[in-house]
């Protein structure tokens, strides 16, 4: 596991709506140590979307740096998994093939990353939808397949992305406690946006509170776990 | 004889079922068509020379399939499309991905295809004949319009379609350029493809037998247009039949279903 490092970071853009250009980030920073789970919450526009998307790669910052271990982040990049809030399943592969998709890009062999990919579905209580379709599951497992679709390909850091907001509420609860289960085995570095306080609360060592675009507080959690 | 039958049997049972009745639907209106011709043929007194009997259009079926022509005039029509079409189709997807990913080609360039893509077919064949003399060259680039300006148009349609998640998905699972296409890119657009490889069939379809009646020697077209000459409208409607069942074979048989499963189980998400 390794650290995630926000520093000084800025995010404007030019917002055709306002016809000027409108400060989304504002100075963030932020120290995330290997194998710790920090959660950011803050209400909905609030930017914290865009900071998981800046350090996913996805958009670039406007300032400031983003530093994964020791290194800086240009792009997306395997060493940051990600766990999408409408888990960005390929709807065209099976579960299995959607879970082994980064190892097959890493170059092993079917026969290996079927086994590996197996492993991860059975964490996940999905062993048995492995030749499945996405869009023959439910919203939970979906998101069950796409939570071990990052693991499997062992990133450094894990960056989730309001990962439980669109299944229903018995299910959130359900997948909140197993990522807890998989996150005390496995103790990734856990960067995990949410609008919802209990969630973060819940699950995080530490809460960090953003609105319009810059760090409120941050608040460690010493609830000692498991919690609920 | 259901009720004795195994549960997986009871499964596809009501849906071949479904599918012999609709065949059957189908069917049935272009055999009352079949039945109705010789009567009213005969009830009218009509001269063959201007629309033949049952008996002579089968005696030149017989005629054309035993000295080989019919055979030849379809495997030469036949080969001008699997030639145009597979020709369109190897050069518009890849132009289609490659300005799919990128947004400004993408909207100029969107127009032009959607322009191309309406004139495709039978406008281009003085041009073609101008360029390629008649034969082959011309017939084939007549076809290679209608397919391709489709295709790279739906290629275009289909990449930019995909929800940008899956391709961040992607990127972040490690995948290079390449796999980006062939994994996500691709994939993808599949269903839009098949779309366009159907529909720039149908347009070249027709535009096939145009330019065959101008600009060859063989061939469905040609055969139609050279019967007319001798007024034998038996064998005219021999191959206005021909060309209709060939169509609806090929349609129905390989175009309809690729479509349908591509759609099914690629769309379904993307498309909801």
């Not at chain 1, 958009?59 to 409408?86: E, H, S």
């Not at chain 1, 959130?172 to 209990?198: A, K, S």
């Not at chain 1, 819940?202 to 010493?222: C, M, N, W, Y």
Request: glycine share 10%; proline share 5%.
């Amino acid at each position: 596991m390794k650290s995630l490092t926000l520093r000084n970071l800025h995010k404007t853009y030019f917002d055709p709506a306002v016809g000027t250009r409108v400060t989304a980030i504002q100075d963030v920073s932020l120290e995330i140590g290997p194998g710790e789970f920090v959660a950011v919450v803050g209400p909905a526009g609030c930017g914290k979307s865009t900071i998981l998307n800046m350090v996913a790669g996805f958009l670039p910052a406007t300032r400031g740096d983003i530093i994964v271990g020791d290194r800086p982040v240009k792009g997306p990049g395997r060493d940051r998994g990600v766990v999408f809030q409408n888990f960005a399943l390929l709807p065209w592969k099976t579960v299995i093939d959607n879970v082994g998709f980064g190892l097959k890009m890493r170059g092993i062999a079917k026969p290996e990353r079927d086994r590996i990919a197996m492993e991860f579905l059975e964490l996940a209580g999905l062993s048995h939808a492995a030749e499945r379709y996405p869009n023959e599951l439910s919203g939970g497992m979906q998101q069950r397949a796409g939570v071990v679709r990052a693991l499997a390909n062992e990133p450094d850091v894990l960056l989730m992305d309001e990962p439980f907001a669109s299944v229903d509420a018995q299910t959130r609860m359900t997948l909140q406690e197993e990522l807890m289960r998989i996150w005390g085995e496995r103790r990734h570095t856990v960067l995990f946006i949410t609008h919802d306080v209990g969630e973060a609360v819940f699950l995080a060592d530490r809460v960090v509170v953003l609105s319009k675009g810059h760090v409120l507080r941050e608040i460690p959690i010493t609830i000692p776990r498991p919690r609920g | 004889m259901s009720h004795s039958a195994a549960p997986i049997e009871m499964g596809q049972g009501p849906g071949a079922a479904r599918h012999l009745r609709q065949a059957a639907t189908f069917v049935a209106p272009l055999v009352v068509l079949f039945l109705c011709w010789p009567l009213l043929v005969s009830a009218f007194g009509v001269d063959a020379r201007v629309f033949p009997g049952v008996k002579a259009v089968f005696a030149a079926a017989v005629e054309s399939v035993s000295d080989g022509s019919l055979l030849a005039h379809v495997a030469a029509s036949l080969g001008r499309v699997a030639a145009g079409t597979l020709l369109a189709v190897v050069v518009a997807v890849p132009l289609g991905v490659a300005m799919g990913v990128n947004a400004g080609v993408s909207a100029f360039l969107t127009p032009l295809f959607r322009f191309f893509s309406v004139l495709a077919g039978i406008a281009w064949i003085p041009i073609a004949t101008l360029w390629f003399g008649y034969g082959f060259g011309a017939i084939t680039f007549v076809i290679f319009n209608a397919v391709f300006f489709i295709v790279a148009y739906n290629t275009l349609l289909g990449v930019t379609a995909i929800p940008m998640r899956l391709r961040h998905a992607a990127a972040s699972l490690g995948a290079s350029r390449l796999a980006m296409v062939t994994e996500v890119l691709l994939p993808g657009a599949l269903p839009n493809i098949v779309t366009g490889i159907r529909t720039g069939l149908g347009f070249a379809w027709r535009g096939l037998i145009a330019a065959e009646m101008i600009a060859t020697n063989v061939g469905l077209g040609y055969m139609l247009f050279v019967a007319r000459d001798f007024y034998r409208t038996e064998v005219i409607v021999l191959g206005m039949i021909v060309i209709g069942i060939l169509w609806l074979l090929i349609d129905r048989l390989i175009l309809a279903p690729l479509e349908r499963a591509t759609i099914e189980r690629w769309g379904v998400v993307q498309r909801a």
